[in-house]
């Protein structure tokens, strides 16, 4: 008999696109004004010299179907799931422009992936900082033939009320509605709230992108919102950040703080309830990642085709030197499984 996890495509969960028609619609706006001196204030000038040209080098693989599948094939991958560039969240615009982005996203990454049905699945967006549009741009997104959609790890507050957090109760619509549909949400951090901070040596990605990641995923875990969506299909970018490979601490505080007992168990064990990329860009914290989360929990992913990835994402996952089934579990297995694929 065939066994479905070794014989399962390579699938890529961690690839972006670029969409043109959703930066024409916020074009002039105020608001796009003032959240790039926001990133410029968090990156630092020195990572904005690296990135107009990084990105601009790059947008033939961002935007072009046929170039993304050569590219593909060139690393060995048979499928992706496309997800739009974070860049594009623009969790500053109000609702009707909010509204407008998250559909003109949804309906350009479902005619991307249409060019080839075979090879490419998408996520959409939602307006994170407006919860309550959140499920209906969800089912939006699932209408397209998208599997589900890509998220930050928070979002300013709308009105200038209290920022939104993964744990928000305005977002509890949203959340039962992903499990209710069996949606995938994905995940992946965009800016840092530590802000000057991290302006120096690419620090705002180096260590803004998994320190986000941990905080969402403590929302996530700490609140109960997964002892009341035990379903839910959310995956975490960049292996979940640092929280894995220091869940310990988590844990110890869940034991010996009452105000962090909000979740039925330790925290430890809803690792094993969400799945987690594999760009963690060190064979060690993977094999720590699979022992954290189990080898059924991790999927490849490669943030494709961003300087912070890697071209060659089955050759980082074969140089951490896993048991032959865990190889392929990750390989394509487990997201063969994820999204139906088998």
């Not at 939602?126 to 209906?136: G, K, T």
């Not at 957090?165 to 509605?177: K, V």
């Not at 690792?271 to 080898?295: E, T």
Request: hydrophobic content about 40%.
């Amino acid at each position: 008999m065939t066994d479905p996890v070794t014989s399962a495509p390579t699938i890529d969960v961690h690839a972006h696109l670029l969409l043109p028609e959703a930066e024409e619609a916020v074009a002039g706006h105020p608001g796009l004004a003032e959240a790039h001196n926001l990133d410029a204030r968090r990156n630092g000038s020195a990572a904005l010299a690296v990135n107009g040209p990084m990105v601009g080098e790059r947008v033939p693989r961002l935007t072009d179907a046929a170039v993304r599948l050569a590219a593909m094939d060139t690393a060995g991958v048979d499928v992706q799931l496309v997800s739009p560039s974070p860049s594009h969240y623009h969790y500053w615009a109000e609702p009707r422009l909010a509204e407008r982005v998250c559909r003109l996203a949804n309906e350009g990454t479902a005619a991307h992936c249409a060019k080839a049905p075979d090879r490419l699945h998408g996520l959409g967006l939602i307006p994170l900082q407006h919860p309550r549009l959140a499920p209906e741009l969800l089912d939006h997104a699932l209408e397209q033939g998208l599997r589900g959609v890509e998220i930050s790890s928070h979002a300013p507050g709308p009105g200038g009320t209290r920022e939104v957090e993964l744990s928000d109760p305005r977002l509890a619509p949203f959340w039962a509605r992903a499990e209710e549909t069996g949606a995938v949400v994905f995940l992946h951090p965009f800016g840092c709230t530590l802000d000057e901070r991290l302006d120096q040596w690419y620090l705002s990605n180096t260590v803004g992108q998994p320190t986000e990641n941990a905080v969402a995923l403590s929302h996530l875990i700490f609140s109960g919102l997964l002892d009341r969506h035990p379903g839910l299909k959310l995956i975490a970018a960049h292996g979940g950040g640092y929280l894995p490979t220091h869940i310990g601490r988590s844990d110890h505080a869940w034991r010996v703080r009452p105000d962090a007992r909000s979740c039925a168990r330790k925290p430890s064990g809803y690792l094993k309830q969400l799945y987690f990329d594999s760009l963690v860009h060190d064979p060690h914290i993977l094999r720590q990642l699979l022992r954290a989360a189990g080898p059924e929990r991790v999927l490849l992913g490669s943030d494709f085709p961003f300087d912070m990835g890697t071209d060659d994402p089955l050759g980082a996952l074969r140089a951490a030197d896993l048991p032959d089934h865990d190889f392929h579990s990750v390989r394509g297995g487990n997201a063969a499984a994820l999204l139906n694929l088998v």
